[in-house]
């Protein structure tokens, strides 16, 4: 299964970001490859619906769990609808790899 | 007066309105009322074989209240088949979750999508996990 995570930046040093609809950039995690992809958020100044286009794009690119900060209702509502798991960790400071390495285990 | 009765969450409501024997010829009276949160916890005990601490946690309830929800149901279903009646899903003392489970070992939230088959936490894979109050 793939997993979607919000960065701040395009490496796996870049820092989690906890905005998911505003996120600078999306990590595409390959759980039984290990594998990391990085995608930049075309909808990072957008005026709205940037939750519902992040969302999109979620199920556009295969991700079924994503891993963010918070998500707004209209996220949600997308998110539950395409049955994609939704994991909020609220922990400061973390970066990607971090994150990456704990679902490793 | 008696305590009111906690809810209890249900993670996925039964499939089935019922079940119904059949090749029997002297099918018996009522059916046997099987509520939603006796068939959640057959279902995290003796399907996903979870220990009742964590199905209770799964299912926001005491280990205690768990244990006697899960015997209520051992005890019908094993009623509706010794005596042949009909089984129905009645929805009980339940709601239906939508919401969020915690993971009490990296405490990342988390909700659980319909078509997903386990309730360990996705980033650690710690099965000591509980409701979000």
Not at chain 1, 14 to 21: E, L
Not at chain 2, 77 to 94: C, N, P, Q, R, T
């Amino acid at each position: 299964m793939k997993t979607l995570i919000t960065s701040t930046g395009g490496s796996l040093d870049a820092s989690f970001d906890k905005r998911y609809g505003r996120a600078a950039w999306f990590c595409i995690l390959d759980e039984q490859t290990g594998k990391t992809e990085f995608f930049e958020n075309e909808n990072v100044n957008a005026t709205g619906g940037a939750g519902t286009k992040a969302a999109e794009k979620t199920v556009e690119l295969g991700a079924g769990k994503v891993i963010s900060g918070d998500f707004g209702p209209k996220a949600k509502d997308l998110l539950e609808k395409f049955n994609v798991q939704m994991v909020i960790i609220e922990e400061d400071d973390l970066t990607i790899k971090d994150i990456v390495e704990r679902i490793k285990g | 007066m008696a305590r009111p009765k906690s809810l209890r969450k249900v993670v996925k409501p039964p499939g089935f309105k019922g079940y119904k024997p059949y090749g029997n010829q002297n099918a018996s009276g009522s059916p046997v009322e099987l509520l939603y949160e006796e068939y959640e916890a057959l279902k995290l005990a003796d399907f996903d074989l979870m220990n009742h601490l964590e199905a209770s946690r799964v299912m926001g309830v005491s280990r205690a209240t768990f244990a006697r929800i899960y015997e209520r149901a051992r005890r019908k279903v094993a009623l509706a088949l010794v005596e042949v009646k009909e089984i129905k899903a009645v929805y009980g003392h339940a709601y239906l979750d939508k919401s969020w489970l915690i993971c009490n070992n990296c405490n990342a939230r988390f909700t659980i999508p319909q078509t997903a088959s386990e309730h360990n936490c996705p980033v650690c894979r710690s099965s000591n996990v509980e409701a979000v109050k």
